[in-house]
């Protein structure tokens, strides 16, 4: 088994991007590989609570972000510097996640064998 990190970078909403990199998420997960999380700089946006995508024709895809738990995909990590400069906290956060300084990112990512930008 393989490990995957996929790392969120970018805003919520503003293309198909952050959809597509849950489909290879969820399709990855579906085949049985380890899937890691990283949400960094203006992707910590995507898990924002009370966003409505509706309003500008984005889809929704914190349903999406809640179903990553039925596939085994469990370790959701943000960098505490990124949620902190956006003003976020974690129960701003529609899901779990573990906190992670920046001076930790280099070494979690070295862990994975494949890891997959958004």
Do not use: C
Request: glycine share 4%; hydrophobic share 45%; net charge negative.
């Amino acid at each position: 088994m393989k490990k995957y990190l996929f790392v969120m970078r970018h805003l919520p909403h503003v293309s198909s991007r952050v959809q597509e990199a849950l489909d290879q998420m969820l399709t990855t997960a579906a085949f049985d590989q380890a899937v890691s999380v990283l949400f960094l700089d203006d992707g910590v946006l995507q898990l924002k609570r009370g966003q409505d995508p509706t309003l500008i024709a984005g889809k929704d895809t914190a349903a999406i972000f809640n179903a990553l738990s039925i596939y085994d995909v469990n370790q959701l990590l943000v960098e505490s510097e990124s949620l902190a400069s956006r003003g976020l906290q974690l129960e701003d956060l529609i899901l779990p996640v573990q906190l992670m300084s920046r001076q930790q990112v280099n070494a979690f990512i070295s862990l994975h064998d494949v890891v997959i930008p958004d």
